[in-house]
């Protein structure tokens, strides 16, 4: 009787199409169920946390995360209700309530369509059926937080230009007989001034106003005079430009005619005069022309920063185009006559596939993602000028518009067809980026269906957070340079319809809304997963229920300890599950309070919320034997089986039917055997345990026999090996 394991579950959960492919070098890895388990990046396996009730929403809403730094008072939720915004603090993982709220234009059923990007205290966004917005944040004016604000990108804003200056030219050295002649604008001629009346020429100026930011405005009128030529200019020949103050300026820039351009010859601090005395103009800094690609309703859909610029892409009349703002100036799209480096960029993929641009990701290069293709935009020099763009094709599997992820050295990204989701990363032995479809081995869980959206959870398990059209969260375990992703189920009394992550102080913290039937109709709340649990907390420290609540059981006056605790209002009339100070007690139905009676009276924490099962199940062991060749077919049960876990407690096991390989839910209809824990000592509670315990599988001969493990109570379970004696035989 051979005796196999099942030490690795970072093959996670696959389609039992696979159930035969044991040539693959993953297969031992392999899981046919994975409901509400995590597989982890060390190859063991867990139950996923509770998620904790935070507050009742006023509609169905839309998750997106404010980060202005990694320290998590710097942390907010934006919470994108029915036309308008409500923010909420993530300080330290917690929820500290509304601080304000304020209007947005987009539609729900837009707003998972929504494009955005950050920087600093402002978030820009970007849909094709509106001009692009943004969310401002503001200093704290008083004690009840900062002030936000949600309005339209006005483009080009700036300053108001300088009037037209006044020139005046006074000349220097010239002879005696040679008198200017200012209602003229030239010099009464003599015979010895001839060559220099005949250079006199036209003068222009140009004044602009720059205010504390350095945002320059639009230039005034020019000014122009008649007088010689600058190179013919002698000793004393100077030219005074002067103009009215413009509020808020805290400079300006004075420009010069050359050659039909205007070059900058000098700046004015402080003042609204400036005297030319034949500055030689830079041709490389010149006033500037307002342009805005984005009138007339033609809105993008992509909007991202790259190489110190706004770069938006994909709008409605030029849906393969992008646009990048001048640099380090992100709401200005003003151009110089002629074009500098640091104008705005206008560039349009043409290829042979159909390249309307979906999303665009800073990596390096500017990536973009089309209908038809993925691309990198860079230059031959060391950034993108308007000058100076090349485009180069990556591959040809096209992207939907669900905002990319950049994970590590990788792009993650949803392809065009069939929602499977596939990522970006350089090879070194193509000189170019290529990718795998990280979906190839459970197609089940995102065919049909619509990626709504993700997030990545770094820490503590590098897991990408999915929310499908369904309601249904999916996980996916991802470590491109281990080669890890798993996937895994996650299912919930309700439907899961927005994420988003926040950084924590331990670890990073996934934030959900969920619709959930309760008090006899549907009601959206806004929950976190539960932080794991530490390896120095107890089981009573354990969180493993949904919308669920810690309730202090307090010791009364006359020191005795009630049986009575309240504080789970939102689930008035649910049947809940209830940890009552690291021990549970079954289920209970919540009172019109929000009440919940205990069968023991403790004083301690006591955690009530909606009950949920983890459930494991390994594929059926197949191999090839030096007696009989391959497994496959052939009859076959388990004998004794070692599981080896690690701070656990609670659980149950079972094994398969003949019929469930490839059957959904399997797991549910199984018999069930509790896993013995025994306590340290006699007549005390079970302590969370480390180590094997030995069953044995109730299985027959069956062809497809395996082991399915799961979790009902609210403790954690987390499993690092599974080891059986496996009889192979005909069928009897």
């Known amino acids: 009787m051979p005796r196999v394991s099942w030490h690795n579950f970072t093959g996670g959960l696959v389609t039992t199409t696979l159930a035969s492919r044991y040539d693959l070098q993953k297969f031992g890895t392999f899981l046919q169920a994975c409901t509400n388990a995590i597989p982890n990046i060390h190859g063991d396996i867990e139950r996923r946390p509770g998620m904790e009730y935070i507050a009742t929403l006023s509609g169905c809403a839309y998750l997106l995360p404010f980060q202005f730094s990694s320290a998590p008072e710097d942390n907010f939720i934006l919470a994108f209700h029915c036309s308008c915004t409500i923010v909420y603090c993530g300080t330290n993982g917690c929820c500290a309530g509304c601080v304000v709220g304020c209007t947005h234009p987009y539609c729900m059923n837009h707003l998972c369509e929504v494009d955005y990007a950050q920087v600093a205290d402002v978030v820009y966004f970007a849909h094709c059926?509106?001009?692009?917005?943004?969310?401002?944040?503001?200093?704290?004016?008083?004690?009840?937080?900062?002030?936000?604000?949600?309005?339209?990108?006005?483009?080009?804003?700036?300053?108001?230009?300088?009037?037209?200056?006044?020139?005046?030219?006074?000349?220097?050295?010239?002879?005696?007989?040679?008198?200017?002649?200012?209602?003229?604008?030239?010099?009464?001629?003599?015979?010895?001034?001839?060559?220099?009346?005949?250079?006199?020429?036209?003068?222009?100026?140009?004044?602009?106003?720059?205010?504390?930011?350095?945002?320059?405005?639009?230039?005034?009128?020019?000014?122009?005079?008649?007088?010689?030529?600058?190179?013919?200019?002698?000793?004393?020949?100077?030219?005074?430009?002067?103009?009215?103050?413009?509020?808020?300026?805290?400079?300006?820039?004075?420009?010069?005619?050359?050659?039909?351009?205007?070059?900058?010859?000098?700046?004015?601090?402080?003042?609204?005069?400036?005297?030319?005395?034949?500055?030689?103009?830079?041709?490389?800094?010149?006033?500037?022309?307002?342009?805005?690609?984005?009138?007339?309703?033609?809105n993008p859909c992509s909007v991202t920063f790259h190489h110190q610029r706004l770069t938006i892409g994909g709008t409605k009349d030029a849906p393969s185009s992008f646009y990048m703002s001048r640099t380090g100036d992100f709401e200005s799209f003003r151009k110089s006559r002629p074009l500098q480096d640091?104008?705005?960029?206008?560039?349009?993929?043409?290829?042979?596939?159909?390249?309307?641009?979906?999303?665009?990701?800073?990596?390096?290069?500017?990536?973009?993602?089309?209908?038809?293709?993925?691309?990198?935009?860079?230059?031959?020099?060391?950034?993108?000028?308007?000058?100076?763009?090349?485009?180069?094709?990556?591959?040809?599997?096209?992207?939907?518009?669900?905002?990319?992820?950049?994970?590590?050295?990788?792009?993650?990204?949803?392809?065009?067809?069939?929602?499977?989701v596939r990522e970006i990363a350089y090879n070194w032995e193509i000189d170019g980026y290529a990718g795998n479809d990280l979906s190839l081995l459970a197609p089940e869980l995102v065919e049909g269906h619509k990626i709504i959206q993700w997030a990545f959870q770094q820490s503590p398990g590098s897991n990408i957070w999915i929310v499908r059209d369904d309601g249904v969260l999916l996980c996916l375990t991802y470590m491109r340079e281990q080669n890890i992703y798993a996937w895994s189920k996650h299912t919930t009394k309700g439907r899961v319809i927005s994420v988003c992550v926040l950084c924590g102080e331990s670890e990073d913290i996934l934030w959900l809304v969920v619709a959930r039937q309760v008090q006899g109709g549907e009601k959206y709340f806004l929950e976190r997963m539960h932080l794991r649990l530490q390896e120095d907390e107890e089981a009573e420290d354990s969180f493993y229920v949904d919308s669920g609540v810690v309730l202090e059981n307090a010791i009364s006056t006359d020191q005795t300890a009630s049986t009575t605790v309240c504080g789970a209002c939102h689930l008035i009339g649910e049947t809940v599950s209830v940890l009552n100070v690291g021990s549970p007690e079954g289920e209970q139905t919540v009172g019109e309070n929000g009440s919940v009676e205990l069968q023991y009276a403790a004083s301690g924490k006591v955690v009530v919320g909606l009950p949920y099962d983890s459930v494991i199940s390994p594929l059926p062991v197949e191999t090839d034997t030096q007696q009989a060749g391959s497994t496959t077919g052939m009859h076959r049960a388990y004998g004794k089986t070692t599981i080896r876990f690690h701070r656990s407690l609670g659980g149950q096991y079972a094994a398969t039917k003949q019929g469930d390989l490839g059957r959904e839910d399997f797991w549910e209809d199984a018999e069930y055997y509790d896993i013995p824990y025994l306590p340290e000592y006699w007549g005390e509670p079970c302590k969370l345990f480390t180590g094997d315990i030995d069953v044995t599988l109730p299985s027959g001969q069956d062809t497809d026999t395996s082991i399915i493990l799961k979790q009902s109570q609210p403790l954690p379970f987390r499993v690092t090996s599974i080891t059986t004696n496996v009889d192979f035989g005909e069928a009897p």
Request: glycine letters at 8%.
């Open 129 to 298: 059926c509106y001009p692009l917005y943004k969310l401002s944040r503001t200093d704290k004016s008083n004690a009840s937080g900062y002030c936000w604000c949600m309005q339209c990108v006005a483009l080009n804003q700036s300053l108001s230009a300088p009037s037209t200056p006044t020139v005046t030219a006074t000349r220097g050295l010239v002879c005696g007989c040679c008198d200017w002649n200012s209602s003229a604008g030239c010099y009464n001629c003599c015979y010895c001034c001839a060559y220099t009346m005949n250079m006199c020429s036209c003068l222009g100026y140009k004044v602009s106003a720059v205010d504390c930011d350095g945002i320059e405005s639009l230039p005034s009128t020019a000014r122009c005079i008649t007088f010689r030529y600058p190179t013919d200019w002698v000793a004393g020949d100077h030219v005074t430009v002067s103009w009215s103050a413009v509020s808020g300026a805290c400079e300006y820039n004075i420009y010069r005619d050359s050659a039909g351009y205007y070059g900058l010859i000098g700046v004015a601090c402080g003042c609204t005069r400036f005297v030319d005395e034949n500055y030689e103009p830079d041709m490389t800094v010149t006033p500037k022309e307002n342009w805005n690609p984005f009138e007339s309703n033609n």
């Open 342 to 420: 640091d104008d705005p960029v206008e560039y349009m993929v043409s290829s042979n596939s159909v390249d309307d641009i979906h999303w665009m990701a800073s990596f390096g290069s500017l990536f973009l993602g089309t209908s038809g293709a993925e691309y990198t935009a860079d230059s031959s020099g060391a950034a993108i000028t308007p000058s100076d763009v090349r485009i180069n094709t990556q591959s040809y599997w096209g992207s939907k518009n669900l905002k990319p992820l950049i994970i590590g050295s990788a792009i993650l990204h949803e392809q065009r067809l069939g929602s499977h």
